[in-house]
């Protein structure tokens, strides 16, 4: 039988009962949450179980929500069975002070570079990360630039008289 | 002379047997802005450290102060081998966020200039693979041909490389009677020049005892890295985001997708030429079915949709609709509606994907890019360990790394 978001969301349901929340479709994918702490048994059920297959990790990213107070970060994989060709969209959200997650690197070799690129713009602290360390930004850089708390324009320059500008 | 006894070495450098060597990040042998740290036996690759972001230019920051027209000059950067099809790709992905329907002239149109785009990239690439065996004929040869299509964007869009072509809901003129006949002839003359090409390398005994057997992958450990596109259809795996989730009309063309075995660079290296021939039969479908267009469907080159489409400037000047599009579209006064999207096209060296979330405002809320090659640039230690130096350099270029999209 084809598989179809409503079995997946069926078949997660039954696994894990009121653990994952929140689903809905958007645009044909199937997206869901869950807590972070079980992000690891989520993603690898949803490898390992022959009936559902997500064993391509697609996209690893990163999402600043700063209303959301105790859940400012998120973190959204997105996973694709090729055989089925069905893609599916699961995130798990984190406080901006507690940001640990635990890393997909072990099931996944592309999770590294992808989770070291969110830490490096969201600081979300991968937990068991084999290299969780800067990749596209200076090693030196002591904040983390994609947190809507920077505004683009970079604030901390002092070299640049803004009044010559017009915007005093 | 008095005898030295206090020389201080750094620790562990009498023990080390492997000698450290920094590759780029400018060598003429990375073609791009790429940092190799290796450790080297001899000539044999023991370890590497890749460091990248040497041109990160922070594009999904600045993507959430612009609203999405503004986007996709950014699109252009990334994998600019191959500009139009990131352009169409964002494009795709505005249209199907706001559910737009295309006529299917645009589709076809769009599919003929990313076929093109396509093609320029592979043949950038095998030919780049051809003068790091130390054939450097190729490259200059079929270089001509790159700058053909290079003319037909420029009288599709008045630019070469850094495209922005089309706009969102379809282009921003039509195709000039030239930009067909420079078609014709890239047709015409460019399958021949390609066999050539291929007969240069295919059969060559050097280019395949280079490219044979090194920098090989399995394909259950390509779909583990994350590989797509050529590198992973090399490696036996027929994913392909044409064939699987149809954008622009692709449903409607009949082609092959090419697989290789061994994942070597000899295989990316067919694999790469097959598409082309692929490419081409595609742009002469497209073509073919652009000219049963008859009447007023012959001159559709965008969707009815104001809200979304920017009016032509003659129309802004001389038009009150068109000049209250205008108004709003560049004043920013319509807000995207709320929601998230995942959209994916076949670029070049892979899937790219654009994860759009928008929270209603004027901009997206996050705008993430899919670039393929940051992904599956992390299996380069895997590749070439164990192998020597000089076949590092070749799959280095075989698998395509474009630093514009490695760093965005």
Known sequence: ?168 | MEHQTNITLPKGSIEKTTTTLNIGPTHPATHGVFQNIMEVDGERVVSTEQTVGYIHRAFEKLAERRPLYQITPITDRLNYCSSPINNMGWHITCERFLKLDLPKRVDYLRVIIMELARISDHLICNSIVGVDTGAYTGFLYVMQYRELIYEIYEEVCGSRLTTNIGRIGGFERNFTNTAFTKLEKFLDEYPKVLKEFENLFARNRIFMERTKGTGGISAERALNYGFTGPNLRAAGVDYDVRVQQPYSSYQDFDFKVPVGTTGDNYDRFLVRNAEMYESISIIKQAYQKIQEFKGTDAEVYHADVPEYYLPKKEDVYTKMEALIWHFKIIMGEIDLPKGQIYSAVEGGNGELGFYLVSDGGRTPFRLHFRRPCFIYYQAFEELIKGGMLSDAVVTLSSLNLIAGELDA
């Open chain 1, 1 to 168: 039988m084809a598989l179809s978001n409503e079995i997946i969301q069926n078949n997660l349901i039954e696994k894990f009962g009121d653990q994952v929340l929140n689903f809905s479709t958007a645009s044909g994918i199937l997206s869901f949450e869950s807590s972070k702490e079980i992000n690891l048994k989520i993603l690898q059920y949803l490898y390992e179980e022959p009936s559902l297959g997500f064993t391509f990790l697609t996209d690893l990213c990163g999402v600043n929500y700063p209303d959301n107070i105790g859940a400012e970060l998120v973190v959204v994989y997105h996973l694709h069975n090729f055989s089925e060709n069905i893609r599916l969209r699961y995130s798990v959200s984190t406080s901006i002070d507690e940001t640990a997650v635990f890393t997909a690197s072990k099931l996944f070799e592309s999770a590294n570079w992808m989770e070291r690129e969110t830490y490096d713009f969201f600081g979300v602290n991968f937990i068991g990360h084999p290299n969780l360390k800067r990749i596209l930004n200076v090693d030196e850089m002591d904040y983390f630039p994609l947190r809507k708390e920077y505004p683009l324009e970079d604030q901390t320059r002092i070299d640049k008289d803004d009044e010559m500008f017009g915007r005093g």
